[in-house]
């Protein structure tokens, strides 16, 4: 698995870089943006792992949400890999924005033509940690994750598909009953088929109710001025639901005036970062 | 004084019997071996040491710089029994073992003349050196000192030695002889043993011979013993001389005490017997004079009385020469003054004669009053009556809450048998003349008075007194007991990781000047029992500095003039957490708080209708209570177990938020706000009337909360899972207070005093 760089730019002390590499599960060249902070430098550091949203590649988080400084400060390794599969040539991804290129939605996909490539579940949660522990200095004990709108979704099942396996997790407006907003009928219906019980295996609203309990403190920042909100995208209601009737601790945020925007993420960015370095670095 | 020779004589001496060990040094030295021996160097102890070390830096110097020339004069003119024409290959031999002998001598050399058993010892291996004066001897050492005439010589070291040991020691001369050195050795044998029956080096072939049923040892180790025996011995001497100097110096002042004292009482009589002389003089002279006066009257009264009785005897010649004349006269004329004659006579002779004599020639008796006299004479034996003391003002820290230590001092001519001390309470206010005076009798110049009441002013004098009678009073004094140690507030002891607020009340009715706080630092070993104190504080709180997670042990005392007070109760305050109290002040009537203080509780019953007095002080409408956090700009940490049923509002607040307000309505308060509506937990983070939009999913027991005054932040968590929920940044130009309210009947515990969890040191 050669790793190339693309790009490496001090920041707050650090290097923020670009790789592309060959990705196993997906079939195609993949890049992942990596911040290493200063303290990368003498010793292994906590991994976070960013979920991006929608039309998103590695690119719009590291240059739009300013989080470099808070993960300098923390000493956390942040990594943010691509939405999806780029370059495969399969009919139809780059028909819509919200299906295929750029939103892979962090499934393992079951339907052609989709299943070859589109197994971003895998890659965020196996082939892509794999690859990072054994190329930075992290420490494989201790990661995080979180994540916007649709990498929100793919936080969430992340964490809550594999108890213990992230320390931490949080979210900013985060897709979170997919199997009942349209975007998430859509992609699954598109990658997993039509049996609706396949989707709930990647709904976090699904997932609560079945989540073992094993601790996990969830940070939730929703804006309320958020368009995908009252198109009813998104669905937090559903999962504070879950949550509350499950007692998994949740701390949902309605931010007055805030939409969807890497603005609103750039404001609470900060708050998220330390909300895992408490637990990455406890 | 008498002692003052002695001192220098001594050192003088023991100079000298340093220079005398230099001497023997520079005798061994004639073999360059020698030099390296260390036996002789290695005898370190010289007497000088114990008096003047310079001495001994002087001496020696000069002694090995002599080293060198009186070797020679050794050798060559040495007239003794020594075989002269011995070969010179022999005499490095001999001196080999002469350094052999002085290594033992080293050590052993002053214990031959301090343990008497050792003497014996130079008798058997050297006999032909006890010659009574080393006539021989002497003639080299004179032979050397003729070549170094500035130097001190054999002889003269011995004889000075001599006699300088005898005067510290005692000892005869003839001892000294037992060290006089041996300067050569016949014997050509280096194996010697020491037989200890013998108390002497025996060549090891001998032993057989005439030590073959003595103990025998090897001479290195008797050569041990001996030098343990002397250096032992050595120290004794050390000892004793101490002794001697102290005792000397004490009779010293002995001496000037008896000097001072018998002049004292010389000039004491001295006086005594002129003021009598003086006085029998006056007597005399009145006296004299009262018997002059005395004569004069009555010879003048005589004298005037023999005039009138000759004036009356010419008058008695007179009318007789009248009548015989009349007699004489014709018979008309006769009738005719005979008649006036009658008249006249008869009124003469009525004219009684005085012939009393109007004073009596004997002397009367006249008793002489020599009663002062004799009280005079009889105090020549004893002393005058003293002068009036002079009592001193009060020394710092004299003084207990119940006692003073009075003292007070006399002119030192004066002789005193006991003093009076007395003394009342003065009271503002009153004259005081009404206050009981007390008197006691004290024999020195100083008095403990007990049973003082604390705090509290006392006026003190004193008169002495012997047999000669009692002196005036002393001026009066004022004497101030300590105050009462205070009384710690320990329902109100405010603490955090650095710091302490401690307050406490008087305990005294009158004021006191300051207060002090001590504090000792417990559990922690390096500083185990170390008391740390605040001095000078002028009001009754405290702030103190600490250090995190420690135990203290605080006290309190009061100073004023008399000193300062018994230490307080202690107090024990943990630097783990913040602590504080409830401030009851500011409790609504609804709310009651716990026995233990940290629970409150709004019962069912309703509120009593009442209202409440004005003020600000306590809560009207909100039923909340506020707690008295320490005034510390750092970080603070407690914690709110709470019912996930109950309304409750927990926070902060400044001291000055409206009391007829709710908690969080207004901008001088902070708080998170829980409310059960239809079975949904709703939860409000309150300032100024507004609150975020926050949901929580699981409801908190236990509250944690953070109030950071550095970073101007106040952060709520779900304790029991470490979950943040909420942090206001709020701009804390005062100091707050946690602030605990219950909307509905329920109960809140409080948790302080416990160390801040580290998931909230990242908020």
């Keep these: 698995m050669a790793l190339k760089q693309i790009s490496s730019n001090k920041c707050f002390g650090g290097l923020q870089k670009v790789f592309e590499h060959d990705s196993v599960e997906l079939n195609c060249k993949m890049k992942f943006a990596i911040y290493l902070p200063p303290k990368a430098e003498t010793g292994k550091c906590p991994a976070l792992y960013w979920l991006s949203g929608l039309t998103c590649t590695e690119q719009n988080f590291i240059s739009k949400s300013g989080y470099h400084q808070a993960a300098s400060e923390h000493g956390l390794v942040v990594i943010a890999p691509d939405t999806s599969p780029r370059g495969c040539n399969i009919k139809g991804e780059d028909e819509s924005w919200d299906f295929g290129t750029g939103a892979g939605f962090y499934v393992d996909a079951t339907e052609d033509p989709w299943k070859t490539n589109y197994r971003m579940y895998s890659y965020v949660t196996e082939e892509l940690p794999k690859l990072i522990n054994a190329n930075f200095p992290v420490d494989p004990q201790r990661m995080s994750i979180f994540g916007h709108s649709m990498g929100g979704h793919g936080a969430l099942i992340c964490a809550l598909k594999n108890p213990g396996k992230y320390k931490s997790v949080s979210a900013f407006a985060p897709i979170c009953n997919p199997v009942l907003c349209p975007w998430g009928k859509k992609a699954f219906s598109g990658y997993l088929g039509t049996d609706q019980n396949k989707w709930k295996a990647y709904d976090a609203t699904h997932l609560v109710k079945s989540y073992p309990g094993s601790q996990l403190d969830i940070l939730i920042d929703q804006g309320k001025d958020d368009q995908f909100l009252s198109d009813g995208q998104l669905l937090p209601d559903n999962f504070i639901a879950a949550c509350t009737e499950k007692k998994v601790p949740v701390v949902f945020r309605l931010q007055e005036g805030y939409d969807h925007s890497y603005y609103f993420i750039a404001t609470f960015i900060t708050d998220h970062i330390r909300h895992h370095a408490k637990y990455l670095n406890a | 004084m008498c002692y003052g020779p002695r001192t220098p004589t001594r050192r003088r001496a023991c100079e000298e019997l340093c220079g005398c060990r230099g001497a023997m040094d520079g005798e061994a030295g004639g073999a360059p071996e020698v030099h390296r021996s260390p036996a002789p160097r290695d005898f370190h102890f010289c007497p000088t040491d114990l008096y003047d070390s310079e001495g001994r830096l002087r001496l020696f110097p000069e002694e090995h710089t002599r080293t060198g020339r009186q070797v020679p004069a050794e050798m060559t003119s040495e007239p003794g029994g020594a075989a002269p024409g011995k070969a010179q290959s022999d005499l490095e031999e001999e001196v080999q073992e002469l350094v052999d002998l002085y290594a033992l001598g080293g050590g052993g050399e002053w214990g031959a003349e301090l343990v008497d058993g050792s003497a014996p010892r130079?008798?058997?291996?050297?006999?032909?050196?006890?010659?009574?004066?080393?006539?021989?001897?002497?003639?080299?050492?004179?032979?050397?000192?003729?070549?170094?005439?500035?130097?001190?010589?054999?002889?003269?070291?011995?004889?000075?030695?001599?006699?300088?040991?005898?005067?510290?020691?005692?000892?005869?001369?003839?001892?000294?002889?037992?060290?006089?050195?041996?300067?050569?050795?016949?014997?050509?044998?280096?194996?010697?043993?020491?037989?200890?029956?013998?108390?002497?080096?025996?060549?090891?072939?001998?032993?057989?011979?005439?030590?073959?049923?003595?103990?025998?040892?090897?001479?290195?180790?008797?050569?041990?013993?001996?030098?343990?025996?002397?250096?032992?011995?050595?120290?004794?001497?050390?000892?004793?001389?101490?002794?001697?100097?102290?005792?000397?110096?004490?009779?010293?002042?002995?001496?000037?005490?008896?000097?001072?004292?018998?002049?004292?009482?010389?000039?004491?009589?001295?006086?005594?017997?002129?003021?009598?002389?003086?006085?029998?003089?006056?007597?005399?002279?009145?006296?004299?004079?009262?018997?002059?006066?005395?004569?004069?009257?009555?010879?003048?009264?005589?004298?005037?009385?023999?005039?009138?009785?000759?004036?009356?005897?010419?008058?008695?010649?007179?009318?007789?020469?009248?009548?015989?004349?009349?007699?004489?006269?014709?018979?008309?004329?006769?009738?005719?003054?005979?008649?006036?004659?009658?008249?006249?006579?008869?009124?003469?002779?009525?004219?009684?004669?005085?012939?009393?004599?109007?004073?009596?020639?004997d002397f009367e008796d006249q008793t002489l009053d020599f009663s002062d006299v004799e009280q005079l004479m009889g105090s020549i034996n004893t002393i005058p009556a003293p002068s009036a003391p002079v009592i001193n003002p009060q020394a710092?820290?004299?003084?207990?809450?119940?006692?003073?230590?009075?003292?007070?001092?006399?002119?030192?001519?004066?002789?005193?048998?006991?003093?009076?001390?007395?003394?009342?309470?003065?009271?503002?206010?009153?004259?005081?003349?009404?206050?009981?005076?007390?008197?006691?009798?004290?024999?020195?110049?100083?008095?403990?008075?007990?049973?003082?009441?604390?705090?509290?002013?006392?006026?003190?004098?004193?008169?002495?007194?012997?047999?000669?009678?009692?002196?005036?009073?002393?001026?009066?004094?004022?004497?101030?007991?300590?105050?009462?140690?205070?009384v710690i507030k320990s329902k109100e002891i405010r603490s955090c990781e650095e710091a302490a607020l401690i307050c406490w009340e008087s305990g005294n009715l009158n004021p006191v000047d300051s207060y002090t706080v001590e504090l000792t630092q417990a559990e922690s070993p390096e500083a185990s029992g170390v008391t740390e104190s605040v001095?000078?504080?002028?009001?009754?709180?405290?702030?103190?500095?600490?250090?995190?997670?420690?135990?203290?042990?605080?006290?309190?005392?009061?100073?004023?003039?008399?000193?300062?007070?018994?230490?307080?109760?202690?107090?024990?305050?943990?630097?783990?957490?913040?602590?504080?109290?409830?401030?009851?002040?500011?409790?609504?009537?609804?709310?009651?708080?716990?026995?233990?203080?940290?629970?409150?509780?709004?019962?069912?019953?309703?509120?009593?209708?009442?209202?409440?007095?004005?003020?600000?002080?306590?809560?009207?409408?909100?039923?909340?209570?506020?707690?008295?956090?320490?005034?510390?700009?750092?970080?603070?940490?407690?914690?709110?177990?709470?019912?996930?049923?109950?309304?409750?509002?927990?926070?902060?607040?400044?001291?000055?938020?409206?009391?007829?307000?709710?908690?969080?309505?207004?901008?001088?308060?902070?708080?998170?706000?829980?409310?059960?509506?239809?079975?949904?937990?709703?939860?409000?983070?309150?300032?100024?009337?507004?609150?975020?939009?926050?949901?929580?999913?699981?409801?908190?027991?236990?509250?944690?909360?953070?109030?950071?005054?550095?970073?101007?932040?106040?952060?709520?968590?779900?304790?029991?899972?470490?979950?943040?929920?909420?942090?206001?940044?709020?701009?804390?130009?005062?100091?707050?207070?946690?602030?605990?309210?219950?909307?509905?009947?329920?109960?809140?515990?409080?948790?302080?005093?416990?160390?801040?969890?580290?998931?909230?040191?990242?908020?």
């Design chain 2, 122 to 361: 130079v008798e058997v291996s050297e006999p032909r050196l006890h010659l009574p004066a080393a006539g021989a001897q002497r003639d080299w050492r004179l032979g050397a000192e003729a070549e170094d005439p500035g130097c001190l010589g054999w002889g003269a070291a011995g004889r000075d030695l001599r006699e300088a040991y005898r005067y510290a020691h005692g000892r005869a001369s003839e001892e000294y002889e037992c060290y006089v050195i041996p300067e050569e050795e016949d014997e050509d044998e280096a194996a010697l043993v020491f037989c200890v029956t013998c108390k002497a080096p025996v060549r090891a072939c001998e032993v057989s011979d005439a030590h073959g049923e003595h103990e025998v040892t090897p001479l290195s180790k008797a050569l041990e013993s001996a030098k343990d025996e002397i250096h032992k011995n050595m120290f004794k001497l050390e000892k004793q001389i101490i002794e001697m100097e102290n005792f000397a110096n004490h009779l010293e002042e002995v001496f000037i005490t008896v000097e001072e004292n018998f002049g004292r009482q010389e000039q004491n009589f001295e006086s005594h017997f002129n003021e009598i002389l003086e006085t029998l003089a006056q007597k005399y002279e009145e006296k004299i004079q009262a018997l002059g006066e005395k004569k004069k009257a009555k010879l003048e009264a005589l004298y005037g009385q023999l005039v009138s009785c000759g004036e009356n005897l010419d008058t008695c010649k007179e009318l007789m020469e009248t009548i015989e004349e009349m007699c004489h006269e014709e018979k008309v004329d006769f009738i005719k003054d005979a008649v006036a004659m009658a008249d006249r006579l008869g009124k003469f002779l009525n004219t009684e004669t005085d012939v009393e004599i109007s004073a009596q020639p």
């Design chain 2, 396 to 486: 710092p820290n004299s003084a207990t809450g119940s006692s003073v230590r009075v003292c007070w001092s006399l002119y030192s001519d004066d002789t005193v048998e006991s003093y009076l001390l007395s003394y009342r309470p003065v009271q503002d206010g009153s004259p005081g003349k009404d206050q009981a005076e007390f008197t006691m009798t004290v024999k020195e110049t100083y008095c403990s008075v007990r049973n003082l009441v604390p705090n509290t002013q006392y006026e003190f004098w004193v008169t002495a007194q012997n047999r000669a009678g009692r002196s005036p009073a002393s001026e009066r004094a004022m004497y101030m007991t300590a105050p009462s140690p205070p």
């Design chain 2, 535 to 763: 001095v000078g504080i002028p009001t009754r709180e405290a702030l103190v500095q600490l250090q995190p997670r420690q135990r203290y042990t605080i006290y309190v005392r009061a100073l004023s003039v008399g000193g300062p007070s018994a230490r307080s109760d202690p107090v024990t305050v943990y630097t783990t957490g913040s602590f504080f109290h409830l401030n009851q002040h500011t409790c609504h009537p609804g709310l009651t708080i716990s026995e233990d203080g940290f629970t409150v509780v709004r019962s069912e019953r309703k509120t009593p209708a009442k209202e409440p007095l004005p003020g600000n002080t306590r809560f009207t409408r909100c039923v909340a209570v506020m707690g008295n956090l320490i005034p510390i700009r750092g970080r603070h940490y407690w914690e709110v177990e709470v019912d996930e049923r109950s309304h409750y509002t927990v926070g902060v607040a400044f001291e000055d938020v409206p009391k007829q307000e709710d908690l969080g309505a207004n901008c001088l308060s902070w708080c998170m706000r829980h409310r059960l509506a239809s079975s949904r937990h709703k939860y409000e983070f309150l300032h100024n009337g507004t609150t975020p939009d926050i949901r929580i999913t699981v409801s908190p027991r236990k509250i944690g909360i953070l109030l950071d005054y550095e970073n101007s932040k106040l952060s709520f968590f779900n304790a029991d899972i470490s979950q943040h929920l909420y942090t206001f940044s709020c701009q804390l130009h005062q100091f707050v207070h946690p602030c605990f309210s219950l909307e509905k009947p329920g109960c809140l515990k409080i948790h302080n005093g416990i160390s801040m969890p580290k998931h909230v040191t990242f908020y």
